[in-house]
């Protein structure tokens, strides 16, 4: 449990800082965004480039990995449709939004850092399918759910906006990181000393400038929202999703010990910001998914240790 510790301590004290730096008003107003843009478009793409040139051998077939965690994101997803029709009576749109937040984890800025610390760089192949793979997927679906269920009020047809979805995501610069830098290392091409040293370098700098500016942004959300549906996402985010994932790729695929680990460990993931940024567009559930990402990021500090304990005595 010592190690245990010794992996997650380092990564939640960096969000304690950036919580404690916004809380006392330390940096300027919209420090947040800024820190957190440097580390999404900048530090964060260089980070995963030089992560996927240095995969291995992948010893199972992608498809059985991605199989298995988006099974887990069906079966979840179908689940939370369900309760918030059915025990919340909450509409059907109301429940692309509750959902999204119920799949949607924080991969890049919690998982990846998590995942290569406990498991070093065997973790890197599974990462890299699962956070190519996350936003597209997740966006597709819930996009499709809510303008079926709002089809009679929308001005935009579907496929347009699917289209839209697709677009934005080939333009953000984490996906187009692991595309690229995945092509780049089928292809052989290598990378010249210099150029590894200058983004091994900017790298670095990627997880702890993420962490902090999470951290800063946990200072703003608001605990609101209907205790029902708050409690529903966080149980369904860090609890059945995980469950569903392992059972999927564990006992059903029989995928190799680390990508189950790696599998489960992100699909216990506290809700990811990007559950936030649908809610808001859409104007659907946004206290609630406002308040799960803040309730379920503060217990995942222990949370996420207990996922990892559990994941080493099975």
């Keep these: 449990m010592l190690a245990i510790l010794t992996i997650v301590t380092p990564v939640f004290g960096i969000m304690f800082a950036g919580w404690l730096t916004e809380r006392f008003r330390y940096l300027p107003e919209d420090s947040a965004k800024v820190i957190a843009l440097f580390s999404f478009n900048v530090a964060m793409p260089a980070f995963l480039f030089r992560a996927m040139q240095e995969i291995g051998e992948v010893p199972e077939a992608p498809w059985k990995f991605a199989v298995a965690y988006f099974g887990g994101v069906v079966l979840v997803w179908a689940a939370a449709t369900l309760i918030t029709q059915f025990i919340l009576r909450r509409s059907l749109a109301d429940g692309a939004s509750i959902s999204m937040a119920s799949c949607f984890g924080n991969t890049v800025m919690l998982g990846v850092p998590l995942a290569l610390s406990a498991f070093g760089p065997d973790a890197a192949a599974p990462l890299g399918i699962l956070v190519s793979l996350d936003s597209l997927v997740l966006w597709l679906i819930a996009t499709v759910h809510i303008e079926w269920a709002t089809r009679r009020e929308r001005t935009v047809p ?58 800063m942004s946990l200072a703003t959300y608001r605990i609101t ?90």
């Design 158 to 215: 579907l496929l347009p906006a699917i289209a839209g979805v697709v677009a934005d995501l080939l333009r953000n610069p984490i996906v187009m990181s692991i595309v690229i830098g995945t092509i780049w290392r089928v292809m052989g091409l290598g990378i010249p000393d210099l150029v590894d040293r200058f983004l091994a370098l900017l790298g670095q700098a990627a997880v702890p400038t993420g962490l902090f500016a999470m951290g």
């Design 225 to 314: 929202g209907q205790l029902p549906t708050l409690a529903t996402i966080v149980v369904m985010k860090l609890v059945l999703m995980p469950l569903a994932v392992y059972t999927l790729a564990g006992p059903i695929f029989g995928l190799p010990p680390v990508w189950v680990a790696v599998a489960t460990l992100a699909a216990a993931m506290p809700v990811g910001a990007n559950a936030f940024l649908f809610a808001a567009k859409y104007d659907r559930a946004v206290g609630s998914v406002s308040a799960a990402i803040a309730v379920s990021t503060v217990a995942a500090v222990g949370w996420s240790s207990a996922v990892l304990y559990l994941i080493a005595i099975v």
